[in-house]
């Protein structure tokens, strides 16, 4: 019945499905009979999508753990913008984080000690009331350690203040061999834009040879994924996502 009165309401096929889902698990945690599983339920929910005809939306490839070492690998350069890719790509997978939210971060917003990074998101797509939201990262211990990779990033660029990722400039190839100054990499004063941050993930899962439709969504949904395939319940990854409800 509340499945069918959402579908009287307009409500979207997909904002249905997830009603739906959300009522399996609760009834799972309860220990109880899950009416979802009736057949008429999935009748009634063949029925609303005849009906409804909603067509399916187009959901960017995930970003998931294997793949993305497969991409972080490929950045094999110590240049800055290899440096500052690598940091991105990263930092966004741990954090699961929007790419608006990446192209904001800035410099104050992240303090580090021995074990973990600690990131506050002033403003977040999931914060609309901008009470500012606190993520931890523990240090890792592998290669691909994005507090290092961060750290990296934020040593060779120089940067004390300021937003975190910016545009690199490489020197034209013909003052390469004149003064160090002229062959010196500048680095923006301004923050990447959230389209320039998907650039870099499409460009890098392109460069890998990874054949899929990546995006800037990629390494969030990545990161979700990655979390639900290893075993962790909703609650757990919505309080990791930054989600309203999964």
């Known amino acids: 019945l509340h499945l069918a009165d959402m579908a009287l309401r307009k409500r ?32 009634t929910l063949a029925g609303i999508r ?17 793949k993305l070492t497969e991409v972080v690998d490929t950045i094999s350069g110590s ?3 290899s440096l500052r890719d690598r940091a991105i790509l990263l930092l966004g997978f741990a954090g699961a984080f929007r790419r608006s939210e990446l192209a904001a971060l800035m410099v104050k917003d992240v303090n580090i000690d021995e074990d973990a990074m600690h990131i506050r998101l002033s403003r977040s797509k999931g914060d609309p009331k901008r009470r500012g ?18 750290e990296k990033w934020l040593k060779a660029a120089d940067l004390n203040t300021g937003a ?9 190839k013909n003052k390469m061999a004149s003064s160090p100054t002229l062959r010196r990499p500048k680095i923006g004063p301004s923050p990447l834009s959230d389209r320039a941050i ?33 075993g962790y319940d909703l609650l757990e990854l919505k309080r990791f996502s930054r989600h309203k409800s999964l």
Do not use: M
């Open 164 to 172: 975190v990722f910016r545009r690199v400039w490489s020197p034209p």
């Open 50 to 66: 005849r009906e409804v005809d909603d067509p399916l939306p187009h959901q960017k490839t995930a970003l998931t753990c294997d």
């Open 198 to 230: 998907a650039d870099i993930i499409q460009k890098w899962c392109g460069v890998t040879g990874l054949e899929a439709d990546f995006s800037g969504h990629s390494l969030r949904r990545g990161a979700i994924s990655t979390g639900a395939k290893d």
């Open 79 to 81: 240049d800055l913008a």
């Open 12 to 43: 979207k096929t997909t904002t249905i499905d997830l009603h739906r889902a959300a009522l399996r698990y609760l009834h799972h945690l309860a220990q109880v009979t899950v009416p979802t599983a009736h057949p008429l339920v999935g009748a």
């Open 133 to 150: 939201t606190l993520i931890g990262i523990p240090r890792g211990v592998t290669r691909n350690c994005p507090v290092r990779a961060y």
